[in-house]
């Protein structure tokens, strides 16, 4: 009988209850004991059900209390020196590299977190210094291991490879990546001696990395760390799991190491069916093959994947079928889906459903005749099926569409001499991202009308209050350009999508972010469109209210989506462009009730860029770029545009940010030390830009003088027509009081250099 695999399993709980917990213990509202209590719990609970559910190979150790890379620099002795001098605790030391930490004992920074390749997971960046001696410290895989057995589960434990750890390492001294290479191999070598005591039967090493451009170096240097890591092998068997894309770079290599077991990505990773096609796969390897896809919430159709793993077969004599990825990525269980009608939910699979997945390909694939198997045959009535989610009206509009559609006019250099003398502005103008804090009475009164303890007059009233003080403080203080605040929202994203057509909300589909931080995106259910204007209310409304620009505040299309679960019976361009089409709408409904600044915020806008740079054009940015053109073509000439990103590391797209044709653009600048201005100024960048003076992560205020360092270092590389000024982000997760001292800063300083240019 063909074996099923889950390469790892989501950790906080289908309440989430380790984020709760770990939050309370934060607090110092529970005590460490009860804190791994809770964890020993869920753990057994994810071992038991997928063992109940027939999982062959069972995860272990892809529980974290807050991230698996951290687990592994603290397993391998990589903790710095900063966290060490706190001289705390080993569990107070790792929330300190986790989180910071400031107290009696020291005031450090926390490691630096980065997104977990094409996900919105995020992990911490292991700093390795000179000094540091790579070696075995940690039992975390050994315990859990145990554990797991002592409840009659036999684990395959999970292991940041070391290629993939070295890789995204931050080496902090003069060392590199091979002055540790040898106690890399010798630490992991003893993690499997460590494994064959234990009896555990297979081992599976995370190698992520090898799914993304790869150098002769990189492979090089893979090679032999596997080459000489395997000779520890014993009697453990040793899996080497990629996932999140193909291994075009590297396949040969990989199949002629000693593994026991290679995991390939049969859902994100296309080509790795060529590569089995072209090269084979070693009979005396086993492949496992990835074709349950751990980052989308839809139910495979078995028609479709049966065809699929045979196809597989024909090239590899033992395979294995497996989840794509970790199923950290997906929500738990549609069980907690209380409100999601019947003929939704039959659709979805979360990771409890993929189990089952698993379990009936795995009788599926040995059937003689599948197609009379009742299993098969209620997966093939759903899809049989029309789904009610086609709106052809929209088909048709995004069908039509044509170059012109996606071009505005006049072109851009145009636009900013007719714009010039429409607004008049002063140079260096200043603005804000668009939100305002929100206070506990803001999130209150959203709360009390969604759960309809005041009525939607009251809701709005409330509201209004706060768009008359938002605009009396920008006045007060002397922006140039005002925003009305956003105190109607609660996300960027949901905001938006409970108000178009083809949009899905979950109770509980929550899934980790980082650390204790969980997200629950909307699934795009069907054809995208717009009923009635969605911001043009508080927007008017605001504009009534001073005789300055109000910015009108929309989400875009390419953010939106990222930041959903997308559909697959359609392609993202497809989805991309329907979303781009209703915002549209929303752009022309807000000029035409006499909005004249319009920012459509791309926050998430290269979130989702492939991991490999021959397909970024191709496969995203054509569209996506295509996707924001077509959302404000429509718009005259004298209607300014802005977008929004939440970053400013686009150095190598640079061209692609200017061809979305916005008329400004602000973005992240204040942490990255202004490289990017360097960029923008030798690719002739003809955006006018706000790059963010200040940092809106941190409650500290800045001083007048530390916006005009910052301004002054921009004006060297840029003219200084094109240059506004902004903070970083939004100011919703600020409090009141720093807001206005630094907004107050900023305008200052804006005000003192403008007389000296
Ligand atoms: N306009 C949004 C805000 O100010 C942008 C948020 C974001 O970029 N994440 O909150
Ligand atoms: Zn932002």
Redesign the pocket.
Known sequence: MMKASVIGYPRVGTSRELKFALESYFKGEISNEVLQKTAASLRKTHWLKQAGSGVDFIPSNDFSFYDGMLDTSFMLNVIPKRYKALELNAVSEYFAAARGYQGANGDVRALAMKKWFNTNYHYLVPEIEDTMEIKLTGRKPFDEFLEAKSFGVKTKPVITGPFTFIKLSRFTGEKAVSDFAGSIVKAYSEILKEFNKLGAELVQFDEPILVTDMTTRDIQLFTNLYRELLNAKGNVKVLLQTYFGDVRNCYTEIVSLNFNGIGLDFIEGQKNIELLEKNGFPSDKTLFAGIVNGKNIWKKNYSKTLPMINKIRKHADNIVISTSCSLLHVPYSLKNETKLSNSCKKYFAFAEEKLVELADLKILIEDVNPSGNSKYMENAKIFNEARSNVDNLVRKKVSTLTEKDFTRLPAHQEREKIQKKEFNFPLLPTT????FPQTAEVRANRSSFKRGKITEEQYKTFNKKKIRECISLQEKIGFDVLVHG?FERND?VEYFGESLNGFLFTERAWVLSYGTRCVKPPIIWGDISRSKPITVGYSVYAQSLTNKHIKG?LTGPVTILNWSFPREDISLKESALQIALAIREEVLDLEASGIKII?I?E?ALIEKLPLRKADWHNEYLNWAISAFRLVHSGVKPETQIHT?M?YSEFDDIVKDIDHMDADVITFEASRSNLTIIDVLNSCNFRTTVGPGVYDIHSPRVPSVGEIKDALNKMLAKLPKEKLWVNPD????TRGEAETVLSLENLVAAAKELRKSL
Do not use: V
């Open positions: 804000t991202i668009g939100s956003e960027m505040m920012q915020d926050a929004h939440c982000c939004g100011l919703k």
